[in-house]
Nanobody
Framework: QVQLVLSGGGLVQPGGSLRLSCGASGVRFTIFDMAWYRQAPGKQRELVATITSDSRTNYAEDVKGRFTISKDNAKSTLYLQMNSLRPEDTAVYYC????????WGQGTQVTVSS
């Protein structure tokens, strides 16, 4: 059974940075593709960034150049470095396989506000 534990959310001012971490058990990053997702209030959950088992990355258009997805295979940890944050980045962020197969859990809240 896949378990995902998120950390790193919080409140940040526009233009600021945050790094999210996702510790995983029950899934091998060298085999499965992973991704970060987010759900803003009143909106559907959307794909933010993906990383393949061999570390190829892809990003949603509105985060390209600002967010960086990475992983540590040995630690089974997925990261999302978020720079130049905007109020529209405010959402609950989740990690999961790509395509998603694990339980979503509570996610971690990211609020961008002055």
């Amino acid at each position: 059974q896949v378990q995902l534990v998120l950390s790193g959310g919080g409140l940040v001012q526009p233009g600021g940075s945050l790094r999210l971490s996702c510790g995983a058990s029950g899934v091998r990053f060298t085999i499965f593709d992973m991704a970060w997702y987010r759900q803003a209030p009143g909106k559907q959950r959307e794909l933010v960034a993906t990383i393949t088992s061999d570390s190829r990355t892809n990003y949603a258009e509105d985060v390209k150049g600002r967010f960086t997805i990475s992983k540590d295979n040995a630690k089974s940890t997925l990261y999302l470095q978020m720079n130049s944050l905007r109020p529209e980045d405010t959402a609950v962020y989740y990690c999961n396989l790509n395509p998603p197969r694990a339980s979503w859990g509570q996610g971690t809240q990211v609020t961008v506000s002055s």
